[in-house]
């Protein structure tokens, strides 16, 4: 469970997130995709390229940041990028490796300071740990995708 002084410090954020918008999540996916090109594979870079998976991604951490004290009210939308992610096979450490270059862009394009990427630290993990959880669920009701390459286009949130 979250702690008051991280919703707060957190829920103090959105109006940065808020005024950059998905130039937040360009970055980071051009940082992620220089440290981890591998990943490419995993992303329909066509939606990569016209903005899709940059808006997408933005509204999941807006809306994240904005119901960090009311969880239960992201289940859906969690419920839904689990089996997209269940999906294309997204594998536990690809997960750490989204938090580490998210906590950077964040560092990079706002300079917070280390109390708020110590208290985004936390929900970042709260997000891993929900996405986990709700996977085996999805297993049974989610088809797996082709690998990359053998098959259509994938798009992973």
């Keep these: 469970m979250l702690d008051a002084q991280t919703i707060a410090t957190v829920k103090a954020t959105i109006p940065l997130l808020v005024e950059t918008g998905p130039k937040l999540t360009a970055h980071f996916y051009d940082r992620m995709f220089a440290h981890n090109p591998e990943l490419k594979e995993i992303f329909n870079m066509s939606n990569q390229r016209n903005g899709d998976q940059r808006e997408a991604l933005f509204n999941a951490i807006a809306a994240y940041a904005s119901n960090i004290d ?3 009210a992201l ?4 419920e839904k990028i689990a089996q997209k992610h269940t999906s294309f096979q997204i594998k536990p ?4 490796i989204v938090g580490s270059h998210l906590l950077a862009t964040l560092d990079e394009m706002f300079s917070p300071g280390q109390e708020v990427l110590d208290a985004w630290v936390k929900p970042t993990a709260c997000w891993r740990t929900s996405l986990s959880a709700v996977k085996p669920r999805s297993i049974s009701k989610t088809p797996v995708k082709p690998a990359a ?3 259509p286009a994938r798009s992973a949130s």
Aim: hydrophobic letters at 30%; glycine letters at 14%; aromatic letters at 8%.
């Design 75 to 78: 289940l859906p939308a969690v």
């Design 70 to 72: 009311n969880l239960p």
């Design 149 to 151: 390459g053998k098959g």
């Design 93 to 96: 450490e690809q997960y750490n």
